[in-house]
């Protein structure tokens, strides 16, 4: 797994250069602005990110940004400790876009790799918002096993629905993210796991933008 967070981010800006993206998103709202968006990450916290083990990249057309994370793994069963069963992560991102223009997550698309004996089951929760507002509602994905391949879940919002950060102020975009594992009681001593990444970076999470121009302010 990737250890360095200049190493993980080298991998996800190769990702969104080069490879192909999830099921095209309808994007709502207005066109991407084309100046520089920057994202930095302020803080990372949780059992299933330790600091230096996430890392952003922006896609080149504006239209999203992925999250890569190189040690994000729950595991039950085997000789797995009790704390081993549940892995959380909260990182704070503080998103800088161009003036005039503000932003929501209009979906968001979550992978990883998942090894589940017959039995046991992994399950993906997330959340996410904006400093100062209320955390969108968490919606959870399970998966059962026998499972031994890649994983993906996707949270779309409706258009309606959507919430954009205030115009003209800076607010840390959250994500709260968990993993859990349940052994089950058919194979227990078999260790079941599930990882939101991957050994060489290929696997990340992907946050879809739904722009947005702020009004004119008066004078």
Request: a negative charge; hydrophobic letters at 35%; one cysteine or more.
């Amino acid at each position: 797994m990737l250890s360095t967070l200049g190493a993980a981010a080298a991998a996800a800006s190769l990702l969104l250069a080069g490879s192909a993206s999830p099921t095209p998103l309808a994007r709502p709202g207005d066109e991407p602005p084309a100046g520089k968006i920057t994202i930095d990450v302020a803080t990372v916290n949780g059992s299933g990110c330790r600091p230096g083990s996430a890392a952003v990249a922006i896609a080149p057309d504006n239209t999203a940004f992925t999250v890569t994370y190189s040690e994000y793994l729950a595991q039950a069963g085997g000789d797995s400790k009790p704390t081993d069963s549940r892995k959380n992560c909260q990182i704070a991102l503080n998103v800088h876009v161009p003036q005039g223009f503000t932003y929501a997550i209009a979906r968001a698309d979550y992978r990883g790799y998942a090894s589940l004996a017959e039995g046991a089951k992994g399950t993906e929760v997330a959340g996410y918002y904006f400093q100062g507002q209320q955390q969108t509602v968490r919606k959870s994905h399970v998966f059962g096993g026998p499972y031994d391949t890649d994983w993906q879940s996707s949270d779309e919002t409706d258009v309606g629905a959507l919430v954009y950060a205030p115009c003209g102020e800076e607010r840390y975009f959250n994500i709260n993210t968990e993993l859990r594992v349940d052994a089950g009681s058919r194979k227990a001593a078999a260790t079941s796991f599930m990882a939101m990444d991957s050994t060489d970076g290929s696997i990340n999470t992907l946050y879809h933008f739904a722009w947005k121009q702020c009004p004119a302010s008066r004078k």
